[in-house]
């Protein structure tokens, strides 16, 4: 349904060294990278826009989150540890969310701005 997100920095290189390595592990590349913006994609999907706000300050918006969609469930593990290596803050670890012990396997991160993530794969595990 949603195919384009974009998030604000307000240091585009930090975003830049941090996005890199979030999606090799997914195995997007840079759609495109200009001065103010760079965006994330892999073949099939929509795209990730992390950019210089057009006006004011960078901040990141109370209640907002995107979601990368994995693989696997390992890729989640990844990708959430990851996140909080390169400094992101854990705001939920890998696991289970609802009864289901086949349904959603999520983990949430913010990155360096803020900004909320949650990494995540439906279906039985690996």
Avoid: W
Avoid at 36 to 46: E, I, N
Avoid at 53 to 60: E, L, S, Y
Wanted: hydrophobic letters at 40%; aromatic letters at 10%; charged letters at 25%.
């Amino acid at each position: 349904m949603i195919n384009l997100v974009r998030f604000g920095t307000r240091d585009l290189d930090r975003a830049k060294a941090f996005y890199d390595e979030i999606a090799a592990l997914v195995g997007a590349t840079r759609a495109f990278d200009r001065p103010d913006l760079v965006a994330y994609r892999t073949a099939d999907s929509g795209m990730l826009l992390i950019g210089m706000p057009f006006k004011g300050d960078a901040t990141p918006g109370n209640g907002t989150q995107a979601g990368i969609q994995a693989a696997s469930r390992a890729q989640v593990n990844a990708i959430h540890a990851r996140a909080t290596a390169l400094g992101g803050t854990c705001e939920g670890r890998p696991g289970i969310r609802g009864d289901d012990p086949n349904g959603f396997y999520g983990a949430y991160f913010r990155d360096l701005d803020g900004n909320k993530l949650v990494v995540f794969r439906f279906g039985p595990p690996d």
